[in-house]
């Protein structure tokens, strides 16, 4: 049996990569760099994201502390 895989919506990527560079003005350098800072932001959201929703999830169910014998 053969699989074959082929990469998720290619034509979609290949749109952004070229208008990430057009937006740069043909700098490949510069459009790379503007993607690796957005990346960061989104990284800073997602683990602002998983804080905010871990102090929820405590304020909703406090940690039980053992009886004291």
Partial sequence: MTLH???P????YEATIDNAIA???GDLR???KA???ANE???QDLRDQRLHT???RDSMFPTRR???A
């Fill in 23 to 25: 937006t740069c003005n």
């Fill in 30 to 32: 510069g459009a790379l």
């Fill in 9 to 12: 919506a290619s034509d979609a």
């Fill in 41 to 43: 932001f989104l990284e």
């Fill in 5 to 7: 895989f082929s990469p």
């Fill in 66 to 68: 053992p009886r004291s």
């Fill in 54 to 56: 871990i102090g929820i």
């Fill in 35 to 37: 993607l690796i800072i």
